[in-house]
């Protein structure tokens, strides 16, 4: 049977190797001798893309402390929220500092806001300046739904965008943006496609704000129960089979979850009414 999609096209995020960080997340920062066996079996399996971001607490430093050299991944960092053309250039030198590298594959505006907001053209120009020294690779932006992508993409040319697409929230693919910029060359990561773990968490402990979810979320899970499909595969296959995209992104927080993704991504595709 063919498997499209798959292990080449995962990617693994990093926020919770320096945070506390996702809804379902009931175990806290991963330790990181956890971290060294995850990336290890990721190495492996043939993940090929590693994301991480200066936000992400002490994700960078851990990277930095746990990677093999030389480095078998395609890192992908991202700037401080906020960020000025100084702070934003001081700080992806020190991400490559922190990650022991001498360059890495991409820099990503981690809030479109910054580019939106005055100055932005100059934001911009100042991760040109650090593709052109050749720190990083590729230059690109983190961005929501309501972010515009398209326009975004339009402005600034990126070679990469970073964007939320998911099982539960399919927006992007619904509106035409995800093939608009696959079409305009943009390099596609999909993320949150677990929506933080929303897909999993018990209906009954829900966060206040997402009660209202509760039906939806259950209508879903009753479809896949009915179709035999568990919801990481689900999750996984739907991300990865996207054709726009070039890597999805997912965050665990120990070894036996990131098991549990790499099944799912070798899994056949499952027959459900996307």
Request: charged residues 20%; hydrophobic residues 45%; glycine residues 10%.
């Amino acid at each position: 049977m063919s498997v499209p999609g798959g292990v080449a096209k995962l990617g693994l995020g990093s926020a919770q190797f320096g945070l506390p960080y996702g809804v379902s997340n009931t175990r806290g920062r991963t330790p990181d001798a956890e971290v060294s066996a995850i990336l290890g079996r990721a190495h492996g399996a043939g993940v090929q893309l590693v994301d991480t971001a200066t936000a992400y607490g002490e994700a960078e430093a851990v990277l930095g402390a746990v990677l093999p050299s030389p480095c078998p991944f395609r890192l992908v960092t991202k700037t401080p929220p906020g960020a000025t053309p100084l702070s934003l250039d001081n700080a992806a030198r020190a991400s490559l500092q922190m990650l022991w590298l001498p360059s890495a594959y991409g820099l990503l505006c981690h809030s479109a806001r910054d580019l939106l907001a005055v100055g932005g053209d100059e934001l911009w120009r100042a991760m040109r300046r650090l593709k052109d020294e050749g720190l990083y690779e590729k230059i690109g932006i983190s961005a929501y739904a309501s972010d515009d992508p398209v326009a975004l993409a339009r402005r600034f040319r990126p070679d990469l965008m970073q964007l939320p697409v998911s099982l539960l929230d399919q927006q992007l693919i619904q509106n035409g943006a995800l093939e608009i910029l696959a079409n305009m060359g943009v390099e596609v990561h999909l993320r949150s496609i677990f929506l933080q773990g929303l897909l999993f968490v018990p209906l009954e402990r829900l966060p206040g704000r997402l009660t209202g979810s509760a039906a939806r979320l259950k209508r879903v899970r009753l479809q896949l129960a009915e179709a035999g499909v568990d919801p990481v595969t689900a999750a996984v296959r739907f991300a990865l089979d996207r054709p726009e995209a070039a890597f999805a992104v997912v965050g665990v927080t120990a070894l036996d979850e990131f098991d549990e993704v790499l099944a799912a991504a070798r899994a056949a595709v499952p027959d459900l009414d996307w």
